[in-house]
């Protein structure tokens, strides 16, 4: 069965300095990888995909994520946050025929300033 | 861009109450799901559907039913609200298979007392 584990529940950064979420997954294949973001009331938006090919992904809001299959690990980082990046990260790992995912509980960005 | 509307945002409802939530999508994609998203849990697959008519059990199917009877529209039913399932409850849809992920709803808090 697929899982996904984010060890952190919550981070606190200071704005201008970096962030790296951690995400481990447990999958049988080749998985597909994914980060969403939740603003506060929101819903999820897409911030980065991994399928295949080059291990490191680029996203949207300045965002990346680099997949390392032998630590089953798909961390994101951003060089330099910024107050807007205040919010609730997922991890989510799928690939079977029916296109489901599983998310992780999620990471809680605290940006101070 | 895909949007997802869901039909409301809050919804206060009574214990026993039979709860209807509303989900369209316009980009004619294949596959629609419904997941809650509780503190500290993540978010939890309820029901998926991947064409008309068609529907699969989640991980947490108990106490909730879903209907489709049109590509766009997906509803979730709460036969017999109960405290239980105060939460907020969010609704995705995708084409066929993961290569462009998810597009999720804003998202619909429900509260049962």
């Known amino acids: 069965a697929q899982s996904v584990t984010q060890p952190d529940i919550h981070i606190t950064v200071s704005e201008g300095a970096s962030l790296e979420l951690r995400c481990n997954y447990s999958y049988g294949a080749t998985p597909y990888l994914f980060w969403y973001v939740q603003s506060p009331g929101q819903g999820l938006q897409l911030l980065l995909k991994y399928f295949s090919g080059d291990t490191l992904v680029q996203g949207i809001k300045g965002f990346e994520a680099e997949f390392k299959r032998s630590q089953s690990s798909f961390n994101l980082r951003k060089p330099s946050v910024h107050w807007s990046d205040a919010a609730e990260y997922f991890c989510?790992?799928?690939?079977?025929?029916?296109?489901?995912?599983?998310f992780g509980a999620g990471t809680q960005v605290v940006v101070t300033p | 861009d895909v949007k997802v509307t869901q039909s409301s945002r809050y919804l206060v409802k009574r214990t026993g109450e039979k709860v209807f939530l509303e989900c369209v999508q316009d980009m004619d994609h294949e596959n629609m799901f419904w997941y809650r998203q509780d503190p500290g849990l993540g978010l939890r697959l309820i029901y998926f559907?991947?064409?008309?008519?068609?529907?699969e059990k989640g991980d947490i199917p108990e106490g909730y039913s879903v209907s489709r009877e049109k590509k766009e529209r997906f509803s979730l039913i709460l036969e017999s609200a109960s405290t239980n399932q105060t939460s907020m409850y969010l609704c995705a849809s995708s084409p066929q298979g993961l290569t462009r992920g998810y597009t999720f709803g804003s998202g619909t808090r429900l509260t049962v007392v």
């Open positions: 989510a790992v799928g690939g079977d025929s029916w296109g489901k995912l599983q």
């Open positions: 559907s991947y064409d008309v008519k068609m529907k």
